[in-house]
T-cell receptor
Framework: EAQVTQNPRYLITVTGKKLTVTCSQN?????MSWYRQDPGLGLRQIYYSMNVEVTDKGDVPEGYKVSRKEKRNFPLILESPSPNQTSLYFC??????????????FGQGTRLTVV | EDQVTQSPEALRLQEGESSSLNCSYT??????LFWYRQDPGKGPEFLFT???AGEEKEKERLKATLTKKESFLHITAPKPEDSATYLCAVQAAGGFKTIFGAGTRLFVKA
């Protein structure tokens, strides 16, 4: 079954304690990205990757890091989480064509609370 | 600055009452426009991709259209199971960022 898998689904952590949210896809997609979703603001892109070792900033990259060492995995790293990073996070993947990207497949989401 | 604005924020319909959702965009060249549906607590689910003005796509009770400045998602004779948040997203030419609108929450009452 084609899917994007995020872990964990729920996480409560304390300010300053480094954490990683994993994302894996089994569709051999080139393009992967991370979003955060906050009430009234919709989905905002944090980082995206067009292929292995190629990453770029989205609209809200501050306080986040990513890496793309393998095509299927795209972890999101919060080196020193702060309460304003409390949010619902989604990972997504899609094919990349000459037109741009095809439709994105999204993971189930990770609800992060930083206290 | 690239921007996507969706209206209305929320829409309440009676079952069978057709309506349209709007997505206005300002980008320096459009690479693609996407519509997604999101149910509470779940990730967005793909509906349509539109690439050029004049393009239309249909799926069951939904039809998406595209002009040079906006896209419409027409819902014909909606049913309660169509209740969800509908999201519009664009990719601008010259880059690979994806920009989402804030969404329209649709409620369909039986």
């Amino acid at each position: 079954e084609a899917q994007v898998t995020q872990n964990p689904r729920y996480l409560i952590t304390v300010t300053g304690k480094k954490l990683t949210v994993t994302c894996s896809q089994n569709m051999n997609h080139e393009y992967m990205s991370w979003y955060r979703q906050d009430p009234g603001l919709g989905l905002r892109q944090i980082y995206y990757s067009m292929n292995v070792e190629v990453t770029d900033k989205g609209d809200v990259p501050e306080g986040y890091k990513v890496s793309r060492k393998e095509k299927r995995n795209f972890p999101l790293i919060l080196e020193s989480p702060s309460p304003n990073q409390t949010s619902l996070y989604f990972c997504a993947s899609s094919y990349q064509t000459g037109h741009g990207n095809t439709e994105a497949f999204f993971g189930q989401g990770t609800r992060l609370t930083v206290v | 600055e690239d921007q996507v604005t969706q209206s209305p924020e929320a829409l309440r319909l009676q079952e069978g009452e057709s309506s349209s959702l709007n997505c206005s965009y300002t980008v320096s060249g459009l690479r693609g426009l996407f519509w997604y549906r999101q149910d509470p607590g779940k990730g967005p689910e793909f509906l349509f991709t539109l690439y050029s003005a004049g393009e239309e796509k249909e799926k069951e009770r939904l039809k998406a259209t595209l002009t040079k400045k906006e896209s419409f998602l027409h819902i014909t004779a909606p049913k309660p199971e169509d209740s969800a948040t509908y999201l519009c997203a664009v990719q601008a030419a010259g880059g690979f960022k994806t920009i989402f609108g804030a969404g329209t929450r649709l409620f369909v009452k039986a």
